[in-house]
């Protein structure tokens, strides 16, 4: 199990396991909305023929099963290698006994997109850290697509902004969407609270009444989790709802980018319609771009500028055909650059006619 807690202080949900490395310390939100933006579709055909196996299976259908493993093999050459190579010969298409390799299609996949093994989701839940007993109880538990598509409609519910519900709070909304839509299995009864200790954390086993020194309480002030009650989480499923949920019940507000459309929490009592996530290929910020196209839009519209453009490309096209020299280009470009700036400013505290005619009149244009 790996325990998961929100510290409301720092605003962050922290994850810890004893037996494996899933220390995760994220701001709240980011784990859950960066699962949503998690692209299952090749991860989706594997779990879908591992589905099938389990009908087939339980119908006893060889045949059925040997084509199944056929299409598997075909869709995860790498998977397939690698699997092959630790079963040695042991390892026939035929042989329909050793079932243990096909959640590790799923588990261990080489084809499939990586990113999705990088989520801290997947990398903190036991059920990717290790190979499990094959059951087809649990099968259900590696429906991510399913899992992300349900919470992407609930947070669409949860969110938007609907004339009927609009003053109900997020927790609310959650219970009016789940009255509504009836899926009641958008809960997690596995997930057990308890208290967590880190390996060290014991120092005596039972309380003398002058045990107590100085560094026990140093310990206990700078102890980050004590005294919280951590929740154990085993599926990919749990970390979402207990994530979700912790949302869901502070008073916070979520909002959904103006410019990428991926949803953030709104930060104190700074209101902005844009992220602070840096979109692929882009050096700034959501927030950033925005605020450089806002610039760049208003300067489009703004006439001193138009006018300063116009005059640009007209001495420019004399320059490249020689009617001006370079000297006198340059000379122009830095004193018309000059004035356009100071009047630029001018104009910006109050426009007027007379001041762009003033401008137009300096650059010669009609
Ligand atoms: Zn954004």
Redesign the pocket.
Known sequence: MTFISYNKKLGKILTTNPYFDADFEKPLGDMFFSFLELDFSSYNESYKILNEYFVESIRNDPDSIVETRKRLWKLNPKTTQQIKERFSQVYDITDTAEDLEFIDFLVLNQDINPDIYQHPYLLASEYFQRTPELDISIIGDYDLDELQSIFKELLEFCVNENEIYKDLSLLERYYLYLRKAGKAYITAPGMRYSPYFEYGFFTGTHLKSDSVTQQDIEYIKKYPFVGRFYVNCQTVKDFVFFEFYTIISQDIEIKK?H??G?YFIQKGNYHTD??D?V?EGKRHT?KKLAAIEARAEKLKSNPILKEFEKAYKRNYARRKNDIMSPAEFSEWSNKATAERDRIALEYAEGSSEQLLQQFKDFLGNK
Do not use: D, G, S, T
Request: glycine share 0%; charged share 35%.
């Open positions: 980018c410019r990428c991926k844009y992220c996530r979109p959501c």
